[in-house]
């Protein structure tokens, strides 16, 4: 013989927290990390562009320069790994120009 199936009781009902405020959609924030991240490399960029050519008028007067003095935050070896960066792609445009854009010597034939 089979129990007879009784129902539970009701359960009592206890009120819900309030749910949070919605965060903003993904896109947007990710949109707006990607254009902060942008502007930091455009100003670290720009930064070490500065400490490069103060780093190199120091060294061609002769005198000592500590990039902590001029407020920056770069160290030394990345300042001048970064001079020399940009006197090869100086050089290099410079080749380019009389490679490629000048115009040949005419030739008296």
Do not use: C, Y
């Amino acid at each position: 013989m089979r129990a007879a199936f009784t129902p539970l009781p009701p359960r009592p009902r206890h009120p819900r927290p309030p749910l949070p405020a919605p965060l903003p959609p993904v896109p947007k924030t990710l949109d707006q990390l990607r254009e902060i991240q942008a502007e930091r490399r455009l100003r670290e960029e720009r930064d070490l562009k500065r400490a490069a050519t103060l780093l190199e008028l120091h060294k061609h007067k002769g005198i000592p320069w500590d990039p902590a003095t001029d407020g920056f935050v770069f160290s030394k070896d990345q300042i001048e790994a970064h001079a020399q960066r940009l006197i090869r792609l100086n050089e290099a445009r410079h080749f380019e120009h009389a490679l490629f854009h000048m115009q040949p010597p005419a030739t008296n034939h």
